[in-house]
């Protein structure tokens, strides 16, 4: 079923809801933090990358097939 067909059955069902074409993209969300790390130097920052695949039945949106989370430098408190 194409999504044009899949966003005229939704609308017929809930007629009193406005929908939009974004509301049938899919979203992913990750959760969590990193809790240790090891051997890294004071200037440097650690951050998570992720990659994605998908079947032969979905089409990726974006460009980019991977994302980055925020870096996260280590506290370093100055002796004075």
């Known amino acids: ?3 044009e067909e899949l ?3 939704i ?5 009193e809801i406005v ?3 974004s509301d049938l993209k899919p979203e992913v969300h990750f959760i969590g933090q ?3 790390a090891s051997n890294i130097f004071e200037d440097d920052g650690i ?3 992720a990659f994605f695949e998908s079947g032969d039945k979905w089409i ?3 460009p980019n097939f991977s994302i980055q989370s925020q870096t996260c430098y280590k506290n370093v408190k100055s002796s004075s």
């Open 1 to 3: 079923m194409k999504s």
């Open 7 to 9: 966003m005229k059955n």
């Open 11 to 15: 609308k017929e069902k809930n007629s």
């Open 19 to 21: 929908y939009m074409a």
């Open 34 to 36: 990193i809790l240790g």
């Open 47 to 49: 951050f998570l990358e």
């Open 60 to 62: 990726c949106l974006s």
